[in-house]
């Protein structure tokens, strides 16, 4: 059996994405223009026929899945994004004003209370043995650092290899296989 390829779904715009802010835990609303982006995404993902469609539980992932056609998709607690403990609505400069150097790819954010890389890999290792599973394409709709972190481990990269994989909103990425043995990235922040 070929080894199912990872589609993967930033959601669209909030405002404090187009600030730079850190969310994870705070449930932030789409933009109108996050709910457009996201509806455009329909057709780029209608063509596939996936096998397993997963979410974040947060409210942009989900309704960035509903917009994109896949009202169903299933809720998955670990698909969240980085737990930023009290960095959590800050934009990295000002926690650099107190961390000289910060970025969460070397720090993390354990140290205000939130998830190590190492945190991070567990869960997200966790999702991969579930889409390993799938019997097809699997799709799934989540966050910037979680999704950037995910894509390294399906590589088989530690997560602070993410550090150098941009991820723009509302965005679609594709990682499958070569040769049907070898990790790759097929389409990235299209």
Same mark, same amino acid.
């Given at each position: 059996m070929m080894p199912a390829t990872l589609w993967m779904v930033r959601h669209g715009p909030t405002e404090w994405a187009l600030n730079g802010r850190h969310t994870s835990g705070t449930d932030l609303p789409l933009l109108d223009d996050g709910e457009d982006r996201a509806r455009a995404l329909a057709s780029r993902l209608a063509e596939t026929r996936f096998a397993l469609v997963l979410t974040s539980p947060m409210q942009r992932a989900r309704r960035t899945a509903e917009l994109a056609g &896949?009202?169903?998709?299933?809720?998955?607690?670990?698909?969240? =994004?980085?737990? #930023? *403990?009290? #960095?959590?609505?800050?934009t990295t400069p000002q926690i650099r004003?107190?961390?000289?150097?910060?970025?969460?790819?070397?720090?993390?954010?354990?140290?205000?209370? *939130?998830?190590?890389? =190492?945190?991070?890999?567990? %869960? @997200?290792?966790r999702v991969l043995a579930r889409t390993r599973?799938?019997?097809?394409?699997? +799709?799934? &709709? *989540?966050?910037?650092?979680? +999704? %950037?972190?995910?894509?390294?481990? &399906? +590589? *088989? =990269?530690?997560?602070?290899?993410?550090?150098? @994989?941009? +991820?723009?909103?509302?965005?679609?990425?594709?990682?499958? #296989?070569?040769? =049907?043995?070898?990790?790759?990235?097929? %389409?990235?922040?299209?």
């Amino acid at each position: 059996m070929m080894p199912a390829t990872l589609w993967m779904v930033r959601h669209g715009p909030t405002e404090w994405a187009l600030n730079g802010r850190h969310t994870s835990g705070t449930d932030l609303p789409l933009l109108d223009d996050g709910e457009d982006r996201a509806r455009a995404l329909a057709s780029r993902l209608a063509e596939t026929r996936f096998a397993l469609v997963l979410t974040s539980p947060m409210q942009r992932a989900r309704r960035t899945a509903e917009l994109a056609g &896949f009202p169903d998709a299933m809720v998955v607690p670990e698909l969240v =994004e980085w737990d #930023y *403990g009290a #960095y959590e609505g800050l934009t990295t400069p000002q926690i650099r004003e107190t961390v000289p150097g910060w970025t969460v790819w070397t720090h993390g954010a354990a140290a205000a209370g *939130g998830e190590t890389a =190492e945190d991070v890999a567990a %869960r @997200l290792d966790r999702v991969l043995a579930r889409t390993r599973e799938a019997d097809g394409p699997v +799709l799934v &709709f *989540g966050h910037g650092h979680s +999704l %950037r972190a995910l894509a390294a481990r &399906f +590589l *088989g =990269e530690p997560v602070r290899f993410a550090a150098r @994989l941009a +991820l723009d909103t509302a965005t679609v990425s594709v990682l499958g #296989y070569e040769h =049907e043995i070898d990790p790759v990235i097929t %389409r990235w922040n299209a």
